[in-house]
C-alpha cells in the first residue's frame, strides 16, 4: 500500500531539512510580476524582454530543420561542458573585434547569463564574503549571490555609470571576492560607465589585486555613439565576462557564456558539471548556425532600429504626461531606463495603483541589495511594448502619479 506524504500517517515538515542558505533564497520580483503583466490587457514596462514580434522565427525553423536533417546525432546528442566548439570559436572571433583577446577555450557555454552568475557565486562566495556592486544593480545577481549569503557593499551610480572614486574608502576596509559591473546600457539605471572611469576601475583592481565581473548583455545594442572598450579588454587578467544570447537573438534558447583565464574556466567547468553537464547541444548549435550565416549581425541591426524608436517614444511620453519633480536617464542603447518620481511617492506602494490602470513596472527598491533605496524610482522596459502602448501606458501612469500627489 502506497502512503502518501498529506495522508493520515501525517504531514511532512520541509523546513527542518532544508539548507541554511534557503533562509536566503527569495522569489525574483520580476518573476512575480510576470504572472500579472501577461494579462492581455496589461501594458507592461516590467520585464527585461525583447519584442516576440522581432524573433527570427523563420530562419530559427530552417535551422532546426537543417540540424535534423544533417547532425541529428550530434544536435540531440550529449556534448562537452565547455560548449559546441564552433560557437565557442564563432564568439571567440567576434569578441577579438572590441579587443577581448582570448582563444576559445577560455569561453564556458552557460545556460542564460543567470546560470554565469550562479556559478560565480559558487565558486567565489562563502557566507559573509563581501562583493562590491553598483547601487542599483542588477536584480538577478543579487538572487543569486543572495543564495550563497554574500554581504553586499555598494557604490552610488551616476548618469556615468558606477562612481568609480567611491571604491578605494571601501577597499582600504575591505577585500572583497570580486567588483561586480554592468559597463554598457546598465539594468535598471540605463547608464553606460565612462572609458575614463573604466580605466579608473582597473587601476584600482590591480593596485588591490581584486577580480572584476563584467556583464554585458546589452553592450551590442547601442543606438547612440561609439563603443566603449570592454573591461575585459583592458584587464584581461583579471575580469570574467559575460555575454547571452537572450537579448539578440531569443532568451527561450537559453545561450549565454562567460570569458576568463584558463585556470578560472577549468573550476567554473567543474561546478557546471555537478549543475547540468552541459548547454543544451541542439540550442547551441542552433545560436551557431544562426551566427555563422551572417543572420544574427543582419537582426541585431534590425533590432537596434526598433528599439531606438521605441526608446525615443518613450522619452518623448515622458516629457509630455509625468509631473513636475519627475526626472529619467536616456539610455545610449539597451532595453531599460530609470525613472524617479516625487518623493512623496513610494513606487512600491504605488504598484497597486498602477496595475488598477492596467499598467506594470518594477519597484526600484527591489536593485537595491539590502532593499534600502529606489522607493522614489522604477525601471521602465522600452523594448517589449509597440510605440501606440508606450504613450498609453506612460500616459496612464503619469495621470495616476498627478492624482496621487493630489491626495498626499
Given at each position: 500500500m502506497t502512503v502518501y506524504a498529506n495522508s493520515s500517517e501525517g504531514t511532512v515538515h520541509w523546513e527542518r531539512f532544508l539548507a541554511e542558505r534557503t533562509k536566503h533564497m527569495q522569489s525574483s520580483a520580476i518573476r512575480e510580476l510576470l504572472k500579472v503583466t501577461q494579462l492581455p490587457d496589461v501594458i507592461s514596462f516590467a520585464g527585461g524582454m525583447p519584442a516576440p514580434e522581432l524573433f527570427p522565427v523563420r530562419e530559427i525553423e530552417e535551422a532546426c530543420g537543417y540540424l535534423l536533417r544533417e547532425e541529428p546525432m550530434t544536435a540531440l546528442q550529449y556534448s562537452t561542458t565547455e560548449g559546441y566548439r564552433p560557437l565557442r570559436e564563432f564568439l571567440a572571433e567576434s569578441m577579438a573585434k572590441y579587443g577581448i583577446q582570448h582563444s576559445p577555450d577560455n569561453i564556458l557555454i552557460t545556460t542564460g547569463s543567470q546560470q554565469a552568475l550562479d556559478l560565480i557565486g559558487k565558486m567565489f562566495i562563502d557566507p559573509g564574503a563581501p562583493v562590491i556592486t553598483e547601487r542599483p544593480t542588477y536584480l538577478g545577481a543579487i538572487q543569486a549571490w543572495r543564495a550563497y549569503q554574500a554581504r553586499f557593499l555598494t557604490a552610488l551610480l551616476d548618469d556615468s555609470g558606477m562612481i568609480v572614486d567611491e571604491l578605494p574608502t571601501m577597499l582600504n576596509k575591505e577585500t572583497?571576492?570580486?567588483?561586480?559591473?554592468?559597463?554598457?546600457?546598465?539594468?535598471?539605471?540605463?547608464?553606460?560607465?565612462?572609458?575614463?572611469?573604466r580605466h579608473r576601475l582597473v587601476e584600482l583592481a590591480r593596485q588591490h589585486d581584486l577580480i572584476i565581473v563584467e556583464d554585458d548583455p546589452y553592450g551590442?545594442?547601442?543606438?547612440?555613439?561609439?563603443?566603449?572598450?570592454?573591461?575585459?579588454?583592458?584587464?584581461?587578467?583579471?575580469?570574467?565576462?559575460?555575454?547571452?544570447?537572450?537579448?539578440?537573438?531569443?532568451?527561450?534558447?537559453?545561450?549565454?557564456?562567460?570569458?576568463?583565464?584558463?585556470?578560472?574556466?577549468?573550476?567554473?567547468?567543474?561546478?557546471?558539471?555537478?549543475?547540468?553537464?552541459?548547454?543544451?547541444?541542439?540550442?547551441?548549435?542552433?545560436?551557431?548556425?544562426?551566427?555563422?550565416?551572417?543572420?544574427?549581425?543582419?537582426?541585431?541591426?534590425?533590432?537596434?532600429?526598433?528599439?531606438?524608436?521605441?526608446?525615443?517614444?518613450?522619452?518623448?511620453?515622458?516629457?509630455?504626461?509625468?509631473p513636475e519633480g519627475s526626472s529619467w536617464t536616456r539610455p545610449a542603447g539597451g532595453l531599460f531606463l530609470w525613472a524617479r518620481v516625487p518623493k512623496a511617492i513610494n513606487t512600491f506602494d504605488f504598484m497597486r495603483t498602477a496595475l488598477a490602470k492596467k499598467v506594470a513596472y518594477v519597484p526600484g527598491n527591489n536593485f537595491y541589495p539590502e532593499n534600502d533605496g529606489g522607493f522614489d524610482a522604477m525601471r521602465l522596459n522600452f523594448s517589449n511594448a509597440k510605440p501606440e502602448k508606450i504613450v498609453e501606458g506612460i500616459r496612464r501612469l503619469g495621470e495616476a502619479l498627478k492624482e496621487e500627489l493630489i491626495q498626499l
Open positions: 572583497p571576492r570580486f567588483i561586480y559591473v554592468l559597463p554598457n546600457f546598465h539594468n535598471p539605471a540605463g547608464t553606460t560607465l565612462t572609458e575614463e572611469r551590442a545594442l547601442r543606438f547612440d555613439g561609439e563603443d566603449i572598450i570592454p573591461i575585459a579588454a583592458l584587464a584581461p587578467e583579471r575580469t570574467i565576462y559575460l555575454g547571452t544570447f537572450s537579448k539578440t537573438l531569443a532568451p527561450g534558447l537559453r545561450i549565454g557564456w562567460i570569458v576568463a583565464p584558463a585556470e578560472i574556466i577549468h573550476r567554473l567547468v567543474q561546478a557546471k558539471q555537478g549543475a547540468d553537464l552541459h548547454s543544451s547541444t541542439f540550442d547551441q548549435m542552433i545560436a551557431n548556425d544562426i551566427a555563422q550565416r551572417g543572420i544574427l549581425k543582419v537582426h541585431v541591426r534590425k533590432i537596434r532600429a526598433v528599439y531606438n524608436e521605441r526608446r525615443n517614444v518613450m522619452l518623448d511620453a515622458l516629457e509630455e504626461f509625468w
